[in-house]
């Protein structure tokens, strides 16, 4: 069983950046692929970025290209999420999960976190 609690979510204006951290607890993370998901109010969740454990393949919606960096400290057992030229279309909650293979479909994804706020103000 793995536990993920993510932090650093917040209220920031347009073209601001955020970072936000993933902390797992309960087993190793480092063989896990680490995804972000987002859900904003009225809408599904929808993927953000995901990487391998390895580090070496990392996932981008198209909508986070090029503002968006995924990484991960498996010594750490953390993952996050460099937010930059943050949007107001960005605002939603953020989610981190670990599941076994490097896919964008969040049922596919077997842990989850409880989510933080991130609010982006135009």
């Known amino acids: 069983q793995v536990q993920l609690v993510e932090s650093g979510g917040g209220l920031v204006q347009a073209g601001g950046s955020l970072r936000l951290s993933c902390a797992a607890s309960?087993?190793?993370?480092?063989?896990?692929?680490m995804g972000w998901f987002r859900q904003a109010p009225g809408k599904e969740r929808e993927f953000v970025a995901a990487i391998t454990w390895s580090r070496y393949i990392t996932r981008y919606a198209d909508s986070v290209k090029g503002r968006f960096t995924i990484s991960r400290d498996n010594a750490k057992n953390t993952g996050y999420l460099q937010m930059n030229s943050l949007k107001p279309e960005d605002t939603a909650v953020y989610y981190c999960a670990a599941g076994s293979d490097m896919t964008t479909r969040a049922n596919e994804y077997d842990y989850w976190g409880q989510g933080t706020q991130v609010t982006v103000s135009s």
């Open positions: 309960g087993r190793t993370l480092s063989r896990y692929t």
